[in-house]
Each structure stands twice: as C-alpha cells, then as structure tokens.
C-alpha cells in the first residue's frame, strides 16, 4: 500500500493526492468482529445425526401368538443401573423363578460388551468388513453409496449363525444407556436385534445380580 | 544508556486485509448458518455412529429432558403454505373445546423451538409476550393415561401430515421409565419406526484383534 501511494505521487496524479486515502476502519472492524463472534456462537455447525430403529410392531390380538425365535442363538441384553449391563444367553422360562441362571456382568467399554458381541458375530462381522475393505481398495467399483449399503443389508438378510440379541432395560437404566447399546449393535453389525419388554423373573435376576432389594414379585394367578 | 527514541507518530496500521478476511468469514458464516434453536430444557444427546443427517422437514420431534418432562416439536412442512403447525394446532382446540384465534395460530406457526404445554394452558402460553414468560408454561405435555394429550398430538399430527417421521431426542441421562412410556404411546399410535437424534462420535474396531 506504501508503495503505491509513493507511486502516485511520482506519477503526478493529483486527484488521488488530494483525498487522504486512511479511512479509520477500527469501527467497522470492531463491529465485524462483534457479527463474526455472534454468528460463530449462534451457528449450529455439525447437524445432529439420527439413529434408525424399527420396534416390532405390539401385538394387540391376543390370540396372536409373538413370533418364535430359536433359543440356541438368542442372546438377552439387559441394561441395568449405573451403566451396567447384564446378559444371558438362551431363554429362561417364568416358572423357574425360584432357580434362575445367574447373570453374567459387563461393562460398555471396547473390551465389555463389543468383545462378546463380536466374538458371537465374527462370521458376519468378517463379510461385512471384507466387503467395505473390497469397495475401499477398489476390487468392487461402481457402487454408489445406496447399493453399498443394500449390499451391507443383504449380508444381513441371510446371516444364520449370529446371535438374535434381544434388548431389554431395566428400570434404572437411562436413555443414553439405550442408544449406547443400540449403538453397539450397528457397530458390531449384528444383523438381528430388537428392543423388547423386560420380564419380571428378568428385573429379579438383575437386582438379584447387582444386589438391590427385591421390588418384583411373581404376578399371582 | 542512550534513550531509544520512540517514533511520535501514531503507527498506521493497515487493516484492509483484515477487514477482507473478516467480511469473507462474516459471508460465510451468514450463508451458512442455521440458527440453533433454544430449547426449553437443555438437553445433551448421547453418542452414536450413525452419519444419516436429521431430516429437513416432515419431522415430530420428542424431546426428553432429565426430569421427565415430555416437549413436542413440529416442523411447518416443506413448503411453509402448508401450515402444518398451526393446523395441527386447530384439531387439538377442536377436541377440547378451545377455539384458538388466527393470531393465535399465527403465534404457534413461528413459535421455533419445542413445546411442553398442556392444552389448557396453550391460550396463556400463545399470549405471552417473551420467553422467559413462555417458559413458566412448559410443564411438559401431560402423557398420563388419564389425559394423554401427547397420544392427541401425535395422532393429529400424522392425521395433517401423513409423512411425519418420529425424531425423539434424549438427554443420556433421561431415566429410562419416560422413554418407555413415550415410546409405548408412540407404538399405540402404530409408530414403529424411530429416529434417535444422536451426536456423531467415530468408533474404530481393530480388526485383528477379531480375528485372534
């Protein structure tokens, strides 16, 4: 900017010389600042994501019966209090409440319940990254990113050695808890989950397992 | 010591390269921006994986606060001569006998954030001049069996717009009790498809470690 003013007066304009060319800027720079630190504030910059889940329809016929799951691959989840979480595999049938399984206890930690999610569902954990490592290297091409995810469903679909994880909340679990373990299963790729009821022989076995006061009772006929 | 002597006149800054990367910002950050909405409880969403972006329109959205207050936020629809709010708005006063005045209705087109009041209350609340005012009325939509207002909403709402899709949005340390009560009406409502509005967090597997 020096430099082109001395320019202009060996230049001999006159004209340019005449008006002095400083505009004091300070007040239009503090107000710029004032706007720029307004918008950066108000500005939400990153927009929320959203999770999908699907819940099984309710049942209101009661001659209906809920459709049947088989019991070797059915894992049960239960979200108990203070971030805990407690499984069990299998079934557990309501008349033996005076003997049930006990729970076992894990954490959402990498090593919790990632670990025995994936250990159960190696197999397809391995398609389904073998495929993205396919599409990320260029072995598959020319798929946009829906037919990359139809395919990542399909692997899905015909899955039939994961678990089926049955997903169930203890009343003192909380809300962050829920889609933490949902978060878990997309991370995880099971193919099968969904989010029932809990029992009240299962709120038994997790206050049983963590040591709080009994407030179930078995519901009398 | 020999004194340094110090220039008298007042150095010139020049600021028009500032001022050129401080309008460039300003620019952007005007085009760019959308607003963040004040929400009446403050509410902290938990984490997940999941990169789908929150839908634009055609959204209810839930919001859960910490203690168990249930808010309802609509969206005007697509094409905002659409009205979805304020007809929405107009069913519920025709089921409880409030007829509500166009200014009224107006009123609750531009209302921007979420509300949580009961029906009973919504005259008031329309009535009120600032926020602060509003806030006194968000007690949360009653969700008891006995006066489930919020099953009226959501029935309404997807009575006006059939192509709602449901949005809860959840502090992680809601209590899981409210979720479930909301999510049971919700079902009652033959709603099964939910979007948890979340936070984008990265998880990484390691692979090998699988694979021992």
Same mark, same amino acid.
């Given at each position: 900017?020096?430099?082109?003013?001395? +320019?202009?007066?060996?230049?001999?304009?006159?004209?340019?010389?005449?008006?002095?060319?400083?505009?004091?800027?300070?007040?239009?720079?503090?107000?710029?600042?004032?706007?720029?630190?307004?918008?950066?504030? $108000?500005?939400?910059?990153?927009?929320?994501?959203?999770?999908?889940?699907?819940?099984?329809?309710?049942?209101?016929?009661?001659?209906?019966?809920?459709?049947?799951?088989?019991?070797?691959? $059915?894992?049960?989840?239960?979200?108990?209090?203070?971030?805990?979480?407690?499984?069990?595999?299998? $079934?557990?049938?309501?008349?033996?409440?005076?003997?049930?399984?006990?729970?076992?206890?894990? #954490?959402?930690?990498?090593?919790?319940?990632?670990?025995?999610?994936?250990?159960?569902?190696?197999?397809?954990?391995?398609?389904?990254? #073998?495929?993205?490592?396919?599409?990320?290297?260029?072995?598959?091409?020319?798929?946009?990113?829906?037919?990359?995810?139809?395919?990542?469903?399909?692997?899905?679909?015909?899955?039939?050695?994961?678990?089926?994880?049955?997903?169930?909340?203890?009343?003192?679990?909380?809300?962050?808890?829920?889609?933490?373990?949902?978060?878990?299963?997309?991370?995880?790729?099971?193919?099968?989950?969904?989010?029932?009821?809990?029992?009240?022989?299962? +709120?038994?076995?997790?206050?049983?397992?963590?040591?709080?006061?009994?407030?179930?009772?078995?519901?009398?006929? | 010591?020999?004194?340094?002597?110090?220039?008298?006149?007042?150095?010139?800054?020049?600021?028009?390269? %500032?001022?050129?990367?401080?309008?460039?910002?300003?620019?952007?950050? %005007?085009?760019?921006?959308? %607003?963040?909405?004040?929400?009446?409880?403050? @509410?902290?969403?938990?984490?997940?994986?999941?990169?789908?972006?929150?839908?634009?329109?055609?959204?209810?959205?839930?919001?859960?606060?910490?203690?168990?207050? @249930?808010?309802?936020?609509?969206?005007?629809?697509?094409?905002?001569?659409?009205?979805?709010?304020?007809?929405?708005?107009?069913?519920?006063?025709?089921?409880?006998?409030?007829?509500?005045?166009?200014?009224?209705?107006?009123?609750?087109?531009?209302?921007?954030?979420?509300?949580?009041?009961?029906?009973?209350? %919504?005259?008031?609340?329309?009535?009120?001049?600032?926020?602060?005012?509003?806030?006194?009325?968000?007690?949360?939509?009653?969700?008891?069996?006995?006066?489930?207002?919020?099953?009226?909403?959501?029935?309404?709402?997807?009575?006006?717009?059939?192509?709602?899709?449901?949005?809860?949005?959840?502090?992680?340390?809601?209590?899981?009790?409210?979720?479930?009560? @909301?999510?049971?009406?919700?079902?009652?409502?033959?709603?099964?498809?939910?979007?948890?509005?979340?936070?984008?967090?990265?998880?990484?597997?390691?692979?090998?470690?699988?694979?021992?």
């Amino acid at each position: 900017m020096a430099e082109i003013i001395q +320019e202009e007066k060996e230049g001999g304009k006159k004209k340019a010389k005449k008006h002095a060319p400083h505009i004091d800027m300070t007040p239009m720079v503090d107000l710029m600042c004032l706007l720029i630190t307004f918008f950066m504030l $108000t500005t939400a910059f990153s927009k929320a994501k959203v999770m999908e889940i699907v819940l099984p329809e309710k049942i209101k016929d009661k001659n209906v019966d809920p459709p049947k799951i088989s019991a070797s691959r $059915t894992l049960n989840i239960i979200l108990g209090p203070d971030g805990k979480i407690f499984w069990y595999p299998g $079934t557990v049938k309501a008349e033996d409440y005076n003997n049930l399984p006990p729970l076992q206890e894990t #954490d959402f930690s990498a090593t919790g319940i990632r670990q025995m999610l994936l250990e159960r569902n190696r197999a397809l954990f391995k398609k389904i990254a #073998d495929f993205n490592d396919q599409v990320i290297t260029g072995k598959i091409s020319g798929l946009s990113q829906d037919s990359v995810q139809g395919a990542i469903r399909q692997l899905k679909k015909d899955d039939d050695t994961g678990p089926i994880v049955l997903v169930k909340a203890y009343k003192k679990a909380n809300y962050g808890n829920f889609v933490d373990i949902l978060d878990e299963m997309n991370i995880c790729g099971i193919a099968r989950y969904t989010f029932v009821d809990i029992a009240w022989y299962e +709120e038994k076995m997790v206050e049983t397992a963590s040591g709080i006061a009994s407030t179930v009772q078995a519901p009398t006929k | 010591m020999p004194k340094i002597k110090l220039p008298t006149k007042s150095p010139h800054i020049d600021m028009t390269p %500032m001022v050129d990367l401080f309008s460039v910002v300003l620019t952007f950050l %005007m085009l760019t921006t959308t %607003m963040r909405q004040q929400e009446p409880a403050p @509410v902290d969403t938990p984490y997940s994986i999941s990169e789908k972006p929150t839908p634009d329109f055609n959204t209810m959205t839930l919001l859960l606060s910490t203690d168990d207050r @249930v808010f309802l936020n609509l969206d005007n629809g697509p094409d905002t001569l659409l009205k979805f709010r304020p007809k929405v708005l107009a069913e519920m006063g025709k089921r409880y006998n409030i007829e509500f005045t166009d200014g009224e209705l107006r009123e609750f087109e531009k209302y921007p954030a979420s509300m949580g009041v009961p029906i009973l209350k %919504m005259k008031e609340f329309l009535a009120a001049k600032d926020a602060k005012e509003k806030s006194v009325f968000q007690t949360g939509i009653p969700i008891d069996s006995a006066d489930n207002q919020l099953a009226l909403w959501i029935l309404f709402t997807r009575q006006v717009n059939p192509n709602v899709q449901a949005c809860i949005k959840g502090d992680s340390k809601t209590g899981f009790p409210i979720v479930k009560k @909301v999510l049971d009406i919700l079902q009652d409502k033959n709603v099964n498809r939910f979007n948890l509005i979340t936070s984008l967090e990265a998880a990484k597997i390691n692979l090998e470690e699988i694979q021992k």
